[in-house]
């Protein structure tokens, strides 16, 4: 009995043993699993506040083309988002950048930018171009990486691809003549196809076999109007180009007297319809700022030239600022700020009065500059 009594208690301590040891191994499993969590966050939170860091420092770089390395973060996937809601006005704008699959992100309240809507890669691409509406809104940032090639088709001999061909130097881009110049995907991240002409993106079209069995989202395009005027936007669906669904033709809104237009750029590398509205949504709203200090600053030229003394009180110079009904600087800055105010208000559709009276805005400074008056910029 006491024989049979002494195995028994030997078993009962191998079995206490046996789950007090899976016990503790459990704690220190869970205590390591839970500190690889807190690293993995920590890691992703630093990535975002780096790009923060390269994002920012593009911006104030302008008319500039950077090429970033981040092989240190070729083990990541960022998402570019901008989204608007049923409204489409400012005010209901929700843009962020961050590392796919996680918390990490940040918010992007006023910055525009115009990226793909993920991106991988060992290079990524900055180009920073001044929106000019006449007077300098602010600057537009294009995002992309070496990972992305581009195909330029169309338009052979027109000044705008001769100024893409000049301005991409170093990016993926190839400018063809034909469809069937197009290679396969390979280890690319993402291909766009830029139409300069319709030959190739149309609703229905055949997609080229090389890129037709590529996974969904990896290859889109962007076509641009003849006039420059707007921009429509397909994705491969097999072996067919489809516009992307509530896509029509999308205005682009500028003054056409600069050599490379910001809102035109921008409209090339922005994921879509909607994300290229959204992000000029972010534009309108600034404009509207500066429009109002505008203002101000002409009621400051006005009590100038009302003054007495040599130059300053010329009839040509208050002419144009105020006293010539209907032409003038006050009356425009005036429509251009209640145009803006609907544009904010109601979304992008509603912003198109903006560019005509941007013009006219351009046309008045001008004629101060020639009868050498004070300028409102």
């Keep these: ?103 990490a992100s940040s918010e992007l309240p006023m910055q525009v930018l115009f990226a793909p809507k993920t991106m991988e890669g060992n290079e990524m691409i900055t180009w920073s171009l001044p929106y000019k509406m006449p007077f300098k809104v602010m600057d537009l940032l294009m995002v992309t990486s070496t990972s992305i090639k581009y195909y330029v088709i169309g ?105 490379k237009e910001a809102s035109l750029y921008g409209a090339l590398f922005a994921a879509d319809d909607e994300v290229y509205k959204c992000n000029m949504m972010k534009a309108f709203k600034r404009y509207s700022i500066l429009v109002e200090i505008y203002q101000n600053k002409l009621d400051s030229l006005s009590a100038y030239h009302a003054l007495d003394g040599p130059g300053a009180s010329k009839t040509s110079c208050k002419g144009f600022l105020s006293d010539t009904t209907g032409n003038n600087m006050e009356d425009t800055l005036s429509s251009l700020s209640g145009e803006l105010s609907t544009c904010i208000e109601h979304g992008y559709d509603d912003c198109l009065q903006v560019e005509p009276l941007a013009n006219q805005l351009h046309e008045l400074n001008a004629n101060l500059r020639a009868d050498t008056c004070e300028r409102l910029y």
């Design 155 to 259: 338009g052979k001999g027109s000044d705008f691809r001769h100024d893409l061909e000049n301005a991409t130097s170093g990016f993926t881009i190839e400018f063809i003549s034909d469809i069937s110049e197009i290679s396969a995907v390979g280890n690319l991240f993402h291909v766009r196809v830029i139409d300069l002409d319709g030959s190739t993106l149309v609703d229905g079209a055949g997609v080229p076999e090389e890129l037709a069995n590529a996974g969904v989202g990896v290859v889109t395009g962007v076509l641009v109007g003849s006039t420059l005027g707007q921009v429509d936007y397909f994705t491969a669906s097999g072996d067919k180009w489809n516009r992307l669904t509530g896509a029509g033709s999308v205005p682009i809104i500028a003054t056409g007297l600069f050599e």
């Design 1 to 103: 009995m006491a024989n049979k009594r002494g195995q028994l208690t030997l078993s009962f301590n191998w079995i206490f043993v046996l789950i007090a040891g899976t016990m503790i191994l459990l704690f220190f499993v869970g205590i390591i699993m839970k500190q690889k969590t807190v690293s993995e966050q920590k890691l992703n939170f630093d990535v975002v506040t780096v790009m923060d860091s390269i994002l920012t420092g593009s911006t104030v770089s302008e008319q500039t083309i950077n090429f970033v390395d981040i092989s240190g973060l070729s083990g990541f996937e960022l998402f570019f988002d901008c989204e608007l809601d049923d409204g489409g006005g400012y005010e209901d704008i929700f843009a962020q950048y961050g590392i796919t699959g996680t918390t």
